[in-house]
């Protein structure tokens, strides 16, 4: 396997597949540029070392070309974090995208259009009739198999080596993600940034300083049932927070009120902790709550034991008695990782507990810990803190992150490994 630190890029043209989903505005400005900027320091290592540059992503998740999910709206983004003009192939496809690929010079950026725009990329059939018949779905199946081969190799017509850098698809076993790493058998390899989601996930997963701590939040169980078990193996305490603490609260018998509860999952909820206490992991879950009248910003609220909750107030965020004891375990733990919010983070009046917690990892990560975040609502905590450099990883992974803790193998991953 191919290394970006070792690999000759001088003259070669480097396909890289980078994660630009990006969040755009009315005016289609980017307003959020971390995933451009976590690309950044793989791209300038090929620029610098005298190579050239073809930039795929994909952009949302449309069923046809549609402007609105152009990657041409991100150009100026781009340009600005690398400081280099962008030519863009307004089709990622066809002669003229082959055409400006072949003519690049060292140094030079192309930029291809997003990926999605062909049913190809994520190798499912379009516009089939919902009242399609099995033999049908088989049918348009394989011809979306046979006409992938042909999209991927396209793809990788255009380069001499092919790079990785991608971790937020990197579950997904797609065209520019999977497929197309077999045309460069011995010239591919993941970027900086694949590194070091890797690095970071298998330092908590394989290589843990004890004790670890693993927070999770989030509104449900079910979501998270797979991390849990997975993490029963590895870690010495588990706090649990958020909505999936009520589904723990009521299978133990306590008055949640309206909370947010999955009844279809006590049972496993009660099977998890049995099986915490068999391995000797503590498991903490919310003592106290601020509850709520409403599922509002300006609703009555009160403190109250999290397992006497009145009937018509429901639990939105983590009280006082909890963040103590967590403090105190976290404060305490040499590793921790944290995924998801331990309450209503959307809503100013229930942010509260959240913004504590990525108060206390920093504290603990300026202590000596090593502290990995991730999940959209964690990493807005964190960030909306000042602390997203005061902890010692945050991933941009999402999902790809939680199928990684999951145990999983990543088509994304495997793909360059193998």
């Not at 380069?159 to 065209?175: K, L």
């Not at 300006?298 to 008695?321: E, L």
């Not at 919010?341 to 917690?357: D, I, K, N, Q, R």
């Not at 005061?390 to 990543?410: D, F, Q, R």
């Amino acid at each position: 396997m191919q290394n970006i630190n070792t690999y000759d890029f001088k003259g070669k043209r480097a396909i890289v597949r980078v994660d630009f989903n990006v969040p755009l505005n009315a005016d289609f400005q980017v307003t959020d540029n971390t995933r451009i900027r976590a690309a950044v320091p793989s791209l300038k290592k090929v620029l610098e070392q005298g190579g050239s540059l073809i930039l795929m992503s994909h952009l949302g998740r449309p069923k046809k070309a549609e402007d609105k999910f152009s990657l041409r709206h991100i150009i100026s983004e781009i340009e600005k974090q690398l400081e280099v003009p962008v030519l863009f192939a307004p089709d990622c496809m066809g002669k003229e995208a082959a055409r400006m690929a072949a003519n690049l010079k060292p140094g030079q950026i192309l930029l291809l259009e997003n990926l999605r725009f062909y049913a190809e990329e994520e190798g499912k059939p379009r516009n089939l009739a919902e009242d399609a018949s099995e033999e049908e779905k088989k049918t348009a199946k394989a011809a979306i198999k046979e006409s992938q081969k042909k999209f991927t190799a396209t793809l990788a017509s255009y380069a001499d080596c092919y790079i990785n850098d991608a971790f937020g698809t990197a579950h997904r076993a797609h065209a520019s993600t999977t497929l197309i790493a077999a045309h460069f058998p011995n010239d591919k390899m993941f970027g900086f940034l694949m590194e070091n989601e890797i690095r970071a996930i298998d330092k908590v997963l394989k290589s843990p300083e004890h004790p670890m701590t693993a927070i999770l939040g989030g509104a449900k169980v079910s979501s998270k049932i797979a991390i849990i078990e997975h993490l029963l193996n590895k870690v010495d305490n588990i706090i649990i927070g958020g909505g999936m603490s009520f589904t723990f609260i009521k299978a133990g018998g306590g008055n949640i009120g309206d909370s947010l509860c999955e009844d279809d999952q006590m049972t496993l909820a009660l099977e998890i902790l049995r099986k915490a206490k068999e391995k000797g992991v503590k498991i903490y879950i919310t003592e106290d709550v601020i509850a709520a009248d409403a599922f509002d910003n300006n609703a009555n609220t009160r403190i109250c034991p999290v397992d006497r909750i009145p009937d018509g107030w429901m639990g939105m965020d983590a009280g006082p008695r909890t963040l103590e004891t967590w403090e105190k375990m976290i404060m305490n733990s040499k590793t921790i990782l944290w995924n998801g919010p331990v309450g209503v983070f959307e809503m100013p009046a229930f942010a509260s507990g959240t913004l504590h917690l990525a108060e206390f990892v920093a504290r603990a990560t300026a202590k000596g810990s090593f502290s990995l975040v991730g999940g959209g609502d964690s990493v807005a905590a964190i960030t909306q803190m000042g602390y997203a450099d005061k902890v010692s990883y945050v991933s941009t992974g999402g999902g790809a992150m939680l199928e990684y803790l999951e145990g999983k193998v990543l088509p994304g991953i495997q793909a360059i490994r193998e």
